[in-house]
């Protein structure tokens, strides 16, 4: 004998059929169909693709000509970058820049960004300090960093310390052991490896933050070098 279905299984099945069609007619992900850096820039700022958008002032998405030779990759914005919303503005962005003036290496021609677009920090008193974000924060923003080298085409990319280098390189690089070495992804790209900045602005000995300085003026005198060759 037939029988007819219940009310409520009828509901689920078309509770079921809605969402399979609501899914089928979904938009496409942000910045999906961005069509340049300027337009993945724009997407990006209404980026949730992890929680650290909650508490960050804003995103900070890279900055450079679409056109650059090579990428810079850094860990994260720091309380300056993400106040500004430009990467590399705060201290270390300032030894930075400092350097690559030594090594004669023209920011404007570069394209600067981090592997994660949002400030992760802990609050201390009117404070904010920054704290190092994890993997599956990296992962959840290299979906962006993608983006950014699919229309910039690099012929080389910088990874300044272990967050950048495990966001480009899909793992986790051991950088003081791997300092100064170029690694080539599957894709062509080359990926040489040295440390952030950050560091030498947290050496205290005067002697030693010097050296620190020289040693990393010479991984950028030989990302010059690969730029050129």
């Not at 080389?156 to 966001?167: E, F, K, M, P």
């Not at 990926?191 to 952030?196: A, D, L, R, S, W």
């Amino acid at each position: 004998m037939a029988t007819t279905p219940s009310t409520t299984a009828l509901q689920r099945e078309a509770r079921r059929t809605a969402r399979r069609i609501h899914a089928s007619e979904a938009e496409p992900a942000l910045g999906e169909n961005a069509a340049s850096i300027g337009e993945a820039r724009e997407a990006a700022k209404a980026c949730r693709r992890c929680p650290l958008w909650h508490d960050a002032t804003q995103t900070v998405f890279g900055e450079g000509p679409e056109t650059a030779d090579v990428i810079f990759v850094g860990e994260q914005p720091g309380d300056q970058e993400d106040l500004a919303g430009k990467p590399f503005v705060g201290p270390a962005g300032r030894i930075f820049d400092s350097i690559l003036d030594d090594a004669e290496v023209d920011r404007r021609k570069v394209y600067v960004t981090n592997a994660v677009k949002h400030f992760k920090f802990e609050p201390r008193g009117k404070r904010r300090i920054h704290s190092k974000p994890n993997a599956g924060e990296i992962q959840a923003c290299r979906w962006w960093l993608d983006k950014e080298l699919d229309f910039i085409k690099p012929n080389l990319a910088v990874a300044l310390g272990a967050t950048a280098a495990q966001s480009l390189l899909g793992k986790a690089v051991p950088v003081l052991k791997r300092r100064g070495d170029v690694i080539e992804r599957s894709d062509g790209l080359r990926v040489f490896i040295t440390i952030h900045p950050s560091l030498i602005l947290r050496i205290r000995e005067p002697e030693d933050k010097a050296a620190e300085r020289d040693r990393f003026l010479k991984d950028m005198r030989k990302v010059k070098q690969l730029m050129a060759a």
